[in-house]
């Protein structure tokens, strides 16, 4: 029998608060809206919130058109958090980095909390979406409303519930199935039922720390896999083996395997960091997470890997590192993004500087002058490529033309495979 608040939830047409209004809470929002709801979005930063009020969006999965025809049908966007008390339901989507000792920065988190205490009224829903090791929603937000006077499940309902956006990829948040999980059975409910409002498929679980726990478990499950077949890339280097014809191979299975591919490291700020999360609790309990370091060790070496790799081929060609001009082929974090926060290709880049090696850099989805930020020389699209004795692929974004540049550059590493699949096979070029 449905409470009468998630019946609510499940059939009138409410008021989602968002705070946070990055690449996870701004298409939540607008997701919303999109579905008939209200919302409004909170963000401290005036002039982010002033930029998406001129219907500009700062978020590659939210168009400017989308955000204006959501500004149009019910989306708020304010920096006022005392807005949020006309929010029948809070989505706390707030960045949830790791501190200089690679500890939980739960700081954006406890502001967040600190705004449901100041809004949070009757019958209100309050979900945290930020990735956080289990106990958290807890630890954190259940205290946030009992300071406000407020009961769990007489008056207010808490869940957790992990973001799943993929930064550049074609699903859009409402077709991604979304776990939630509630600090009480009446929470899950509630939060069962207001997500069934946003995303086309919803999978409740027993506890917010399940759904906590299950989030780091699917991102410390592609951090673990690169580590190993960045270590199997390495033996099979020493065995004169292809690792890309391996993986290859090996997912003509049709069952029980998944492919991952080698590469210069891993960046973003999902993969490296989620794991941590975890490894941090587990040491909390007196628990060795052995997988998680292990992979943390594999894939942070993996950098200096590839920037020897590039040293040896310079070697084979009787030049040294020092002094040498190499260019270096995308630093974005992964194929097809902007993004270069916490990029292994830039970390390569910077140990080979480190090696004397003067650097420059062709990206043309960061663009020349987010290359120029980083103290690389940017090299345009259509500049000649002759003076560079290496070329080093580190993110293999598909408007590269990557026969231009094995066709100008003497010799290329390609840390990526993009080669391979390209169907370009040719003596100059080396895979990792
Ligand atoms: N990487 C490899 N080898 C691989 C896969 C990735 O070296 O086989 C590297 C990438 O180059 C990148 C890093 O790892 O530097 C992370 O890549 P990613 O494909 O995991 O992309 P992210 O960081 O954008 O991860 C997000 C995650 N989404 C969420 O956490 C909600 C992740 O769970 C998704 O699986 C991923 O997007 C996705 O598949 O797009």
Known sequence: MQSDRARFFAQETWTGGVIGLGYVGLPLAVTMVQNGLRAIGYDRSQPRVDMLNRGVSPVEDVSDEELQAALANGLEITADESRLRSADAVFICVPSPLGRNREPDLSFIKSAAATVTAVVRPGMLISLESTTYPGTTEDILVPAVAAAGLEIDEDVYVAFSPERVSPGAEMKTGDIPKVVGG???????????????????????????TAEMAKLLENTYRAVNIGLINEMAQLAHELDISIWEVVDAAATKPFGFQAFYPGPGVGGHCIPLDPQFLAWRAKEANFATRFIDLAEQVNTKMPAYAATRVGDLLNREGLPVYGTKILGVGIAYKPDVADDRESASIEVLRELERRGARISVLDPV??????????????????????FAVAVVLTDHASLDLKRIADEVPVVLDTRGAYRRAGIDRSDIEAL
Do not use: M, N, W
């Open 366 to 387: 960061v663009g020349k002058d987010r290359i120029a930020v980083h103290g690389f020389d940017p090299v345009g699209k259509d500049e000649p490529l002759s003076d």
């Open 183 to 209: 600090v009480t059975p009446q929470s899950t409910e509630a939060a069962t039922a207001a997500y069934s409002r946003v995303v086309a498929s919803v999978y409740p679980v027993s506890s917010a720390r």
